[in-house]
């Protein structure tokens, strides 16, 4: 593959995987939350990026398993998997 293909196949994954995002941004923006997608790896792992008040819940964890990582593996199955990467 190309170079140009893979950076072609890398920006379409990219907006699918934020697509998927979307499904799950509305239940966090109820209480003052988002996320950011940073990065998908080599390996196809999803960095995201917490925002608002994500940043500081106790709760992140389970939104990040049971509700980001599970939305996107299934609209996205070649993903394996998502990580929260450290606030900076």
Do not use: F
């Amino acid at each position: 593959m190309s170079e140009d293909a893979k950076a072609v196949a890398q920006e379409d994954l990219m907006l699918r995987v934020d697509r998927a995002l979307d499904y799950v941004r509305p239940h966090m923006a109820v209480d003052g939350g988002n996320v950011e997608l940073v990065e998908i790896t080599e390996d196809m792992i999803v960095k995201i990026r917490w925002m608002g008040a994500c940043k500081n819940c106790d709760m992140t964890l389970m939104t990040l398993r049971a509700g980001i990582e599970e939305t996107v593996r299934n609209r996205v199955p070649e993903i394996q998997g998502v990580e929260a990467i450290t606030q900076e």
